[in-house]
């Protein structure tokens, strides 16, 4: 049984990558399969796989060309065929995905009780950024328990965060604050019940983890495509996952889901990446035979 249901680890700028898309699965395979080699890869390569994900040649195609102008690939000809190398903006947000990414099966138990607050404001000078601003906020963690207020118990995003309201020139149009929350008002527990839907959450994660407990890939193929298959939805998830202390949230669903779906990955790897070498090693057999 193969997971259908992903994205990516963060979006670029330039546009949503929409779950399970042909660029959604581009995207993981460059960042599972080609970042870690630190080599461009063969066009013929990134088709070959995205055909056995079940992308059509001509879409697959349309994707990488819609990666090259993204600025996610560049493009070395050799002939009449190209191989892509990845962009330093893309090597950026890999660095800074994979870190969110890879938490999530931490528990996060030395929380201090701090919360960071954000009051942004969007004037109508600034209404193009409303988009931009919520989605970094939630792919930070943030949840927003009332009208204007955005919160989390990542006081360690500051940084993360300045960085997206400035971008956005909304410095001037922004309150922010750390602290504990006193007994007036909502208390933390209402605050985690308001600021994120974690009810449907907590369903998505029970159907990933019936499907994850039925994989069973066992040839090179079948381990190749199913990593990243699986490392497709791994990368959607902290997209919805707040990843919030053992304090607010005990036993989560989450932490659990993310440690199976690390563990299968580690273990189907090193045929993965093996299969994937061959298949580049093949492309690149067939160019230097090519007339």
């Keep these: 049984m193969a997971i259908t249901h992903g994205s990516a680890l963060l979006q670029p700028d330039d546009g949503s990558v929409t779950p ?3 660029r959604s699965l581009l995207f993981t395979v460059l960042g599972e399969l080609v970042w870690p080699t630190g080599k461009p890869v063969w066009t013929a390569t990134l088709v070959h796989l995205l055909r ?6 001509q879409t697959a195609r349309q994707a990488i060309a819609r990666a090259a102008s993204s600025d996610w690939i560049t493009a070395v000809r050799l002939g009449r065929e190209v191989s892509w190398s990845l962009t330093p903006k893309l090597r950026q947000i890999f660095e800074s995905g994979s870190l969110r990414v ?3 099966k931490d528990s996060f138990s030395q929380w201090d009780g701090r919360w960071l607050a954000v009051l942004p404001t969007i004037p109508a000078s600034h209404r193009p950024a409303r988009r931009p601003l919520y ?4 792919w930070a963690g943030l949840g927003n328990p009332a009208p204007g207020l955005w919160i989390t ?5 500051a940084a993360e965060i300045r960085e997206l309201v400035d971008r956005l020139d909304l410095q001037r149009h922004t309150v922010s604050f750390a602290g504990t929350v006193e007994a007036i008002g909502l208390d933390q527990r209402e605050i985690v019940d308001r600021g994120w839907d974690l009810a449907s959450l907590r369903e998505h994660y029970e159907l990933v983890e019936g ?4 994989l069973a890939p066992q040839t090179s193929d079948e381990k190749l495509f199913e990593s990243i298959r699986l490392s497709n939805e791994y990368q ?10 053992e304090a607010l949230l005990p036993d989560w669903i989450g932490r659990r889901v993310a440690r199976r779906i690390e563990a299968l990955r580690a273990q ?4 993965a990446r093996a299969r994937f070498a061959e298949i580049d090693a093949e492309s690149s057999s067939r160019t230097a035979v090519a007339p």
């Design 135 to 138: 989605a970094g906020l939630t």
């Design 20 to 22: 399970g898309s042909a």
């Design 211 to 214: 499907i994850t407990a039925a």
């Design 102 to 104: 890879y938490s999530l």
């Design 52 to 57: 056995g994900l079940g992308i059509e040649e």
């Design 236 to 245: 959607v998830l902290p997209r919805t996952d707040p990843q919030l202390p």
């Design 153 to 157: 118990p990542h006081v360690e995003r």
């Design 268 to 271: 189907w790897r090193p045929a």
